[in-house]
C-alpha cells in the first residue's frame, strides 16, 4: 500500500468510528427516554390509584355515617387517633401520608399525600376556613427518575334527600 491509499484507509477507519459513536450515543439517550418514560407511567398509575381510593371514602368523618348540614359539622383535617393507612375511613385521611411503593421491580416510588380545603374562587390555593371542598395533592418522586409528578384532584361534598 502506497501512502495515499493508506491516508484513504486511516479516514475511512476515522469516519466508521464517528458514526459508530454517534449511533451507540443516540441507543444510550433513546434508552434514556423510554426508562424516564416508563417511570412517569408508572409514577402517574400510582398516584391515579391513591386518587381513587381516596375518593371512594366518606368526604368527612362525620358524613361517614349521616349526612352534615353545616360547615361547622366538618371534622379537622387529618386521620383520626388510632387511624393508620390504609385502614383511612375518609378522604382527609390522606393528609401527611407518606407511602413508599417498592412493589415493581423497576423502580422504588415515594408518594406524598397533602389534604386541604379549599375555595371555589381560587382552586389553586388552599382555604383556611372549611369548605365543602377539599383538595388532595399527590407528589411520586423515585431515585430512578429525575422528574417530580405531581397529581390534584378536588373531592366535594354533595347530599340528596
Not at 491516508?7 to 441507543?27: K, P, Y
Not at 388510632?82 to 401520608?97: A, C, K, R, S, V
Not at 406524598?112 to 383556611?128: E, F, R
Amino acid at each position: 500500500m502506497n501512502t495515499g491509499q493508506m491516508m484513504i484507509t486511516l479516514a475511512a477507519i476515522v469516519l466508521l468510528s464517528m458514526v459508530i459513536l454517534r449511533v451507540t450515543t443516540n441507543f444510550l439517550t433513546t434508552d434514556d427516554v423510554l426508562m424516564e418514560s416508563k417511570f412517569g407511567v408508572l409514577g402517574i398509575s400510582l398516584a391515579t390509584s391513591m386518587m381513587e381510593e381516596a375518593t371512594g371514602k366518606a368526604f368527612d368523618e362525620e358524613s361517614d355515617s349521616g349526612s352534615i348540614l353545616t360547615l361547622a359539622d366538618l371534622s379537622t383535617i387529618g386521620p383520626d387517633a388510632g387511624e393508620i393507612y390504609p385502614n383511612f375511613d375518609d378522604f382527609d385521611d390522606y393528609d401527611g401520608l407518606v407511602k413508599i411503593d417498592s412493589t415493581m421491580p423497576s423502580a422504588i416510588f415515594k408518594v406524598i399525600c397533602k389534604v386541604n380545603y379549599v375555595n371555589t374562587a381560587n382552586l389553586d390555593g388552599i382555604s383556611l376556613a372549611k369548605t365543602w371542598h377539599k383538595k388532595m395533592q399527590l407528589f411520586i418522586t423515585s431515585e430512578s427518575s429525575t422528574d417530580t409528578i405531581k397529581m390534584e384532584t378536588i373531592y366535594s361534598y354533595f347530599f340528596y334527600r
